[in-house]
């Protein structure tokens, strides 16, 4: 039995099929030949050549991704998209590989080698965490299928900031059987994009924490401007999405202990730094 409302966030990319692949650092021009996926269509592809870290360097801010296929007579095209785990970012935006034999634009070393390369440019803007790149095919019968995702760590080689919390909007005092909102602002030096989640812990008056009925103790809050809708048809109650204010809402049943409830406010950026911890008093009455 629930007491409370709690949000749980939505997986963004739960409809895509992760596939494994076996992937090193390699020039473009040597990529394994191991067969990765061989779907019936007239390709095969073979590998990825992306490390598992993908450090910044500014001697060195460009990037070969390769992808190659050990059969490729029915591919028309090869793209690729680099976003971040949750689907928030997107590290590179949907571009073509291209197998031309161009090595100045597209780092191609060799023309019809099956080795589909093209250039990204790394920043120090991008926030460090776990990216995944998917790969596109694109047939005569098939107009675009995804071939394979890898995932992959991204580091910036800054210098790391903690979230930092502020401008606490939550009520002092709540009657039963009321929802009331409450938000809380979060941001980065390393870009507000570096703040991964916002979330809140509950506590009763006598000290105990809450949880729901899967044992979860920490509940998320969303800058999400309530697009979202959850299974009970509610959403976040967040007014404006990406203005860096998180938000939620609760709402006390009758049965609960009245007193003084603790509400704990907590960040959390991409490479795992944590604000301070904002704390707030609540009277149920």
């Not at 070969?64 to 976003?83: H, Y």
């Amino acid at each position: 039995m629930f007491l409370f409302h709690f949000k749980k966030n939505q997986d963004v990319m739960k409809k895509i099929v992760f596939l494994f692949v076996i992937l090193f650092l390699f020039r473009c021009e040597d990529i394994p030949s191991e067969v990765i996926d061989a779907p019936a269509g007239g390709y095969n592809l073979a590998g990825i050549n992306l490390p598992d870290t993908l450090v910044f360097s500014p001697a060195e801010q460009d990037y070969t991704v390769a992808v190659s296929f050990s059969q490729k007579q029915s591919l028309d095209n090869v793209k690729f998209q680099i976003l971040s785990e949750d689907g928030k970012i997107e590290m590179v935006p949907l571009k073509e590989l291209r197998d031309n034999g161009n090595q100045e634009k597209y780092g191609d070393a060799q023309i019809n080698d099956g080795i589909y390369c093209n250039k990204i440019a790394l920043s120090q803007t991008v926030p460090n965490g776990y990216y995944q790149i998917i790969v596109f095919v694109y047939t005569k019968i098939t107009e675009k299928k995804i071939a394979a995702i890898r995932k992959f760590y991204y580091e910036n080689n800054s210098v790391q900031y903690n979230p930092v919390l502020s401008d606490l909007s939550c009520p002092a005092q709540v009657n039963v059987n009321t929802s009331f909102d409450f938000s809380i602002k979060a941001t980065d030096g390393n870009g507000n994009s570096d703040v991964k989640r916002v979330y809140y812990r509950l506590f009763k008056p006598d000290g105990t924490q809450q949880q729901n009925s899967k044992g979860e103790k920490e509940f998320e809050m969303y800058d999400d401007g309530s697009v979202q809708v959850f299974g009970d048809g509610n959403t976040s109650h967040d007014l404006i999405a990406g203005n860096n204010i998180y938000t939620s809402w609760l709402n006390f049943p009758g049965t609960v202990p009245k007193g003084n409830w603790r509400i704990e406010f907590e960040a959390a950026d991409r490479t795992g730094n944590k604000s301070e911890i904002i704390q707030k008093t609540v009277e149920i009455r």
